[in-house]
T-cell receptor, first 114, second 112 residues
Framework: AQSVSQHNHHVILSEAASLELGCNYS??????LFWYVQYPGQHLQLLLK??????LVKGIKGFEAEFIKSKFSFNLRKPSVQWSDTAEYFC????????????FGTGTRLLVSP | NAGVTQTPKFRVLKTGQSMTLLCAQD?????MYWYRQDPGMGLRLIHY???????AKGEVPDGYNVSRLKKQNFLLGLESAAPSQTSVYFC???????????FGNGTRLTVT
């Protein structure tokens, strides 16, 4: 069964700082990878996804993530964060070609100070 | 297009009481899921359904039951609520293979 680790539980940044959130997964086969964001009081929304092809994936709001297969990683990046990026970020994985049972990481709470 | 709708939005129960959470989707999706979200634990899958009339257990199914009598609805039941079931519950649906989940707005449940 697949699992996901997010090592940063809380991150505090100032506006304009660069962001990188770590995500590692464990699964021996081909995977689909996702980053979801949850703004305060809201439901989860998809930021970006990787299914195949170019390992550098661009999402909404200036976010991007890079799939490094050899490291089982899918780190989320943003060059310059804004106060409005304050939210909780979840990495998720499911096995490609199989049932769509999405497994989530424990989340990273990001606080951006103005 | 409403997407995924959960009712109720909030509920407070006493230990031992029962309740049903309703999830409705209008996108003709085959797959539906119930997750619970707890601080520091992310989202954990309770039960899921791959189509009308089918249900299956996820990671944390104990204390919950589900039914999918109609394709558009997925009900989550708590027969005898316990304080450990205090959580935020999210329903999600999935249409085509390799597409992302669509989430509802959540139900905040407190069991005292």
């Amino acid at each position: 069964a697949q699992s996901v680790s997010q090592h940063n539980h809380h991150v505090i940044l100032s506006e304009a700082a660069s962001l990188e959130l770590g995500c590692n997964y464990s699964y021996g086969g081909t995977v689909n990878l996702f980053w979801y964001v949850q703004y305060p009081g809201q439901h989860l929304q998809l930021l970006l996804k990787y299914f195949s092809g170019d390992p550098l994936v661009k999402g909404i709001k200036g976010f991007e993530a890079e799939f490094i297969k050899s490291k089982f990683s899918f780190n989320l990046r943003k060059p310059s964060v804004q106060w409005s990026d304050t939210a909780e970020y979840f990495c998720a994985v499911n096995a490609a070609g199989g049932f769509q049972k999405l497994v989530f990481g424990t989340g990273t709470r990001l606080l951006v100070s103005p | 297009n409403a997407g995924v709708t959960q009712t109720p939005k909030f509920r407070v129960l006493k230990t031992g009481q029962s309740m049903t959470l309703l999830c409705a989707q209008d996108m003709n999706h085959e797959y539906m899921y119930w997750y619970r979200q707890d601080p520091g634990m992310g989202l954990r899958l309770i039960h899921y359904s791959v189509g009308e009339g089918t249900t299956a257990k996820g990671e944390v199914p104990d204390g919950y039951n589900v039914s999918r009598l109609k394709k558009q609805n997925f009900l989550l039941g708590l027969e005898s609520a316990a304080p450990s079931q205090t959580s935020v519950y999210f329903c999600a649906s999935l249409g085509q293979y390799n597409s992302p989940l669509h989430f509802g707005n959540g139900t905040r449940l407190t069991v005292t």
